[in-house]
């Protein structure tokens, strides 16, 4: 069986910088206690109306065709990891598929909704495509436009602060050259804490059959003046309830303890150790998991690429563009063992290795 690789990369944020002072005249908050806590100092956000997640993940998707040497026409499969996509149905492969000009082709679109793991999700999905020889030229984006739906009151803030926008993209393609390419994938979850890191509303668990005053009704058909509030009521409204929500503390505890488990099972399974890594690409949740991953992997500060600070957490974007931003830096050269790692909602969390 051949070895994918990837081709080529390219990441889009957008211009507009959000400051942790921006967000202290909305919320209270203070750059102190964000920089202090997360790490973070700015965060980008698209504009509204004109950039989605579909225009974002387009933008790195040219970039990581040009330096993969294809034309967008050759794309034979897309792969979109994302939870803010651009309508809740259809997905945003298909979307993106339209944004690319490229629907003559017909080539088949999957979203997927892994959160924080995303695109290790997809470059695994992607990877298996490849390696069968099913398809040469799949297109892995992780794209995000959290602004859109984020509680800029003080309620949101242990949320809020932490996210941005952004957009990355990979090219995957089978590889002649045995020291070459992604050597494994490790994909994992657990479902039992599901709503710990979650965006619950709308969604089919329990919005319907509820009337105006969000009072709810057990038998299949909702009263006559239900009409319209089929997935969100007015109580979920006013209650702030169609936000993310994160027990922040709990997340942190079981990420630093599965980022280092996940990137030590990749590890075995090549036969390399954590020394043999020459840059690690985590997930951007939190510098200070980051810092506690590096400190656990006995790996030196340039062997980490952490860019949280000025991008905040994009989510299914982060690991693409930390991952661009590395390379774009020559920070990651022909030869080099990438690890790439993520670990969030679901919870859901997998890691990568790349020979380059
Ligand atoms: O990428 C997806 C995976 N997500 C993660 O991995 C996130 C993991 N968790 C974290 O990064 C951290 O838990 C957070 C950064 C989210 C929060 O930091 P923390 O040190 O765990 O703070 P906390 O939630 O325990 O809150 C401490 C205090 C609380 O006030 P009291 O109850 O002590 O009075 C919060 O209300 O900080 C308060 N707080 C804030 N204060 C100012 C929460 N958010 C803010 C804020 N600004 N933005």
Not at 109 to 131: E, M, P
Not at 178 to 183: C, F, R, W
Request: proline share 3%; glycine share 10%.
């Amino acid at each position: 069986m051949k070895r994918s690789k990837i081709a080529g990369i390219g990441y889009y944020v957008p211009e507009n910088v959000v400051t942790n002072d921006d967000l202290s005249k909305v919320m209270e908050t203070s750059d102190e206690w964000i920089q202090e806590r997360t790490g973070i100092q700015q965060r980008r956000y698209g504009r509204k109306h004109e950039e989605t997640t579909t225009t974002m993940g387009a933008q790195a998707a040219r970039i990581a065709c040009e330096r993969a040497g294809i034309s967008p026409e050759d794309i034979d499969f897309i792969v979109f990891a994302t939870l803010s996509p651009d309508y809740y149905f259809p997905g945003c492969g298909v979307l993106l598929q339209r944004e690319l000009g490229i629907t003559k082709r017909e080539a088949g679109a999957l979203d997927i909704r892994n959160q924080c793991s995303g695109f290790i999700y997809a470059l695994s999905i992607a990877d298996q495509f490849v390696k069968t020889g099913m398809y040469k030229n799949v297109l892995v984006v992780g794209a995000e436009m959290h602004s859109m739906g984020l509680d800029f009151s003080t309620r949101g803030r242990n949320v809020t602060v932490i996210f941005g926008d952004g957009a990355g993209a990979a090219i995957i393609q089978p590889t002649d050259d045995s020291e070459q390419g992604i050597l494994t994938t490790k994909l994992h979850s657990d479902g039992t804490y599901a709503e710990k890191l979650a965006f619950i509303n709308p969604g089919a668990h329990g919005g319907y059959h509820a009337n105006k005053a969000g009072e709810t009704y057990d038998f299949g058909f909702p009263p006559k003046d239900t009409y319209g509030e089929i997935f969100i009521t007015q109580k979920m409204m006013d209650d702030g309830q169609y936000y993310p929500n994160m027990e922040g503390q709990f997340v942190f505890k079981l990420a630093v303890q599965k980022f280092p488990e996940v990137i030590h099972e990749a590890l075995k399974d090549a036969g390399l150790q954590a020394s043999d890594i020459s840059m690690l690409i985590p997930h951007q949740a939190n510098l200070r998991i980051s810092q506690f991953v590096q400190k656990q992997l006995g790996l030196s500060d340039d062997k980490v690429w952490n860019n949280i600070q000025r991008f905040g957490n994009t989510t299914a974007a982060s690991v693409p563009i930390a991952l661009c931003e590395a390379w774009e830096a020559g920070k990651i050269k022909k030869g080099d063992l990438v690890c790439l790692a993520a670990f969030g909602s679901g919870f859901t969390w997998g890691s990568a290795l790349i020979r380059w």
